[in-house]
C-alpha cells in the first residue's frame, strides 16, 4: 500500500512569501505529525493532529505557522511571510493510532528553501 | 544541555564490525524510538520500547529506564547500514510529542 507522500518534494520562495506544504498520510492513520529539521540537526516537532483536531501545537514557532486537517486525512502546513530561517526539510509522520504507542511512518519531506 | 544526547556523533566502521551507538535522556519517558534516516531525508523506524530488549535481524535495541539510557546495537555491519541513526522519547505521561537527539552518522566502509 501507499506510504506517506508529501508535496512538493522541493520549494524555492522568497522571503515574505506564502507557502503551502502538503502531507497524504496512510489511509485509516488517523494521528498524524508534522516536524522540522535543520541541517545537521535532528528533526523538531511541531503539531500532532489527532482527527481533524490540533491535539499539540506546542511546537510551532510563531503565529505564521499554521496546519490544518479539515477531513482527518491530509494536512497542510501554512507558513506566512516566509524568513530565511524557516530555510529546512518539512517531515509529515502518521500513526495509525497514537505515536506513543504505535509505529510512527515518516514520509519523504519537503525541502523549503527561502531565498 | 538537550533532553536527548546521542554519542558518538561520527562513527566510521569496517564491513562486518559489530557496532553500538548509544542514547542518554534526561526526562521521564513512556516510549523510546530509534530511527534510521538516510542521505536524501527518508526515516524509517526502527524500534520503539518502553523496556529491556528488541531484536530484528542484525539490529538489537536495549533500554535501561533506571540509567535513561538506550543503546543500539548492529551485529556483522555492512555498507547498506551507512546512515543516520536518531533516538527519540516520548515524554512520561504518554505525550504525542517526540523529543530527538541529533543523530548518529554511521559510514560502514567495504
Known amino acids: 500500500g501507499a506510504g506517506v507522500s508529501q508535496t512538493p518534494s522541493n520549494k524555492v520562495t522568497e522571503k515574505g512569501k506564502y507557502v503551502e506544504l502538503r502531507c497524504d498520510p496512510i489511509?485509516?492513520?488517523?494521528?498524524l505529525y508534522w516536524y522540522r529539521q535543520s541541517l545537521g540537526q535532528g528533526p523538531e516537532f511541531l503539531i500532532y493532529?489527532?482527527?481533524?483536531?490540533?491535539?499539540?501545537d506546542s511546537g510551532l514557532p510563531n503565529d505564521r505557522f499554521f496546519a490544518v486537517r479539515p477531513e482527518g486525512s491530509v494536512s497542510t502546513l501554512k507558513i506566512q511571510r516566509t524568513e530565511r530561517g524557516d530555510s529546512a526539510m518539512y517531515l509529515c509522520?502518521?500513526?495509525?493510532?497514537?505515536?506513543?504507542?504505535?509505529?510512527?511512518?515518516f514520509g519523504p519531506g519537503t525541502r523549503l528553501t527561502v531565498l | 544541555k538537550n533532553e536527548v544526547e546521542q554519542s558518538p556523533q561520527n562513527l566510521t566502521a569496517q564491513e562486518g564490525e559489530f557496532i553500538t551507538i548509544n542514547c542518554s535522556y534526561s526526562?521521564?519517558?513512556?516510549?523510546l524510538h530509534w530511527l534510521q534516516q538516510h542521505p536524501g531525508g527518508g526515516i524509517v523506524s526502527l524500534f520503539m520500547l518502553s523496556s529491556g530488549k528488541k531484536k530484528h535481524g542484525r539490529l538489537i535495541a536495549t533500554i535501561n529506564i533506571q540509567e535513561k539510557h538506550s543503546s543500539l546495537h548492529i551485529t556483522a555491519s555492512h555498507p547498506r547500514d551507512s546512515a543516520v541513526y536518531i533516538c527519540a522519547v516520548n515524554s512520561q505521561g504518554g505525550s504525542e510529542k517526540l523529543v530527538f537527539g541529533k543523530g548518529t552518522k554511521l559510514t560502514v566502509n567495504p
Open positions: 493532529f489527532q482527527g481533524t483536531g490540533a491535539a499539540d
Open positions: 489511509s485509516g492513520h488517523t494521528a
Open positions: 509522520a502518521s500513526s495509525l493510532t497514537r505515536g506513543s504507542t504505535d509505529t510512527q511512518y
Open positions: 526526562v521521564g519517558i513512556s516510549a
